[in-house]
């Protein structure tokens, strides 16, 4: 009964090749997240939907980029990996309805960069 | 800009003490914060939020808007405890987006 579905949950990639990861979610919810985890450190938050409008956090490099189609679906695409690019991924769905926004996060997908 | 800041990079404590996480925060308006856990090979989940008041697993954290503080404690820490904890902050002024702290791994000890 997962309600936010990342796949991958491993994905190999070569350097400088594209690489897409994909995450579902079935809560519903109006915003939808993305966050690179690298070991030993807090999520950090790469950018964001509310609905369909997109927001970039400052420090993300151009080479992350979002898709999402509908509100269900969300990818991360990254355009050249680079090694510095290894890390989990984290995707995370929340509503915002008052004050609940709880933010429910998907196993996450490795990315290692060869 | 919102910063959320967890001082202990790790707290090992014996099964039966108190713990308590330090949580510190800079927000500009009416913060929501929270605490998410992360078990062994678990996904990141929500432990509790300030606004619900509530006791989750034995563990309590009060918003203290005066010294920008939302530290978690537990009287009594168990090994099942052990797992890496993240004060979180989100709100309206910061578009909604979740702020996460350094994070805190908690070892209970046998």
């Known amino acids: 009964d997962a309600m936010v579905i990342q796949n991958p949950r491993y994905q190999v990639t070569q350097f400088g090749k594209p690489v897409t990861l994909s995450c579902s979610q079935t809560?519903?919810?109006?915003?939808m997240y993305w966050y690179q985890q690298k070991s030993s450190q807090a999520p950090k938050l790469l950018f964001h939907?509310?609905?369909?409008?997109?927001?970039n956090e400052a420090d993300t490099p151009d080479n992350f980029q979002s898709r999402r189609p509908n509100t269900s679906f969300c990818f991360l695409d990254i355009r050249s990996p680079g090694l510095g690019d290894a890390a989990m991924y984290l995707c995370?769905?929340?509503?915002?309805?008052?004050?609940?926004?709880?933010?429910?996060f998907g196993q996450g997908t490795r990315l290692t960069v060869v | 800009a919102q910063r959320v800041t967890q001082p202990e990079k790790l707290l090992s404590v014996f099964k039966g003490a108190p713990v308590e996480l330090k949580c510190n925060y800079s927000?500009?308006?009416?913060?929501?914060l929270f605490w998410y856990v992360q078990y062994s090979r678990q996904r990141l989940q929500l432990l509790l939020r300030?606004?619900s008041r509530e006791s989750i697993k034995g563990f309590t954290a009060d918003l203290n808007k005066g010294e920008t503080s939302f530290h978690l404690k537990k009287p009594f820490a168990q090994e099942e405890d052990s797992a890496m904890y993240y004060c979180?902050?989100?709100?309206?002024?910061?578009?909604?987006?979740?702020?996460f702290g350094g994070g805190t791994r908690v070892l209970v000890k046998p």
């Open positions: 300030h606004i």
């Open positions: 939907y509310y609905d369909k409008d997109f927001n």
């Open positions: 809560l519903n919810h109006n915003v």
């Open positions: 995370a769905t929340s509503t915002v309805q008052g004050a609940d926004t709880e933010a429910f």
């Open positions: 927000y500009s308006g009416s913060p929501e």
């Open positions: 979180a902050l989100s709100g309206w002024a910061a578009g909604n987006k979740l702020t």
